[in-house]
């Protein structure tokens, strides 16, 4: 558990499921900490969606919208 006490959970790159911190594989193969399985589930949804708003924003600084 983490210091807080809360139950923490990952998305795992590697196998492509959720994980606690009782059964994770290393930082570089997992996305989070989430406070939840569901939001861990939705880790690379959330990737996607941030990705695309940047992009977006770089087109702006870069005047090409």
Known sequence: MSSSGAERYYWCLSHHRV???????PGKDRLGPYDSASEAEQALAKVQERNEAWDAE???????H
């Open 58 to 64: 770089d087109e702006r600084w870069e005047g090409k």
């Open 19 to 25: 994980e606690s911190e009782a059964d994770m594989c």
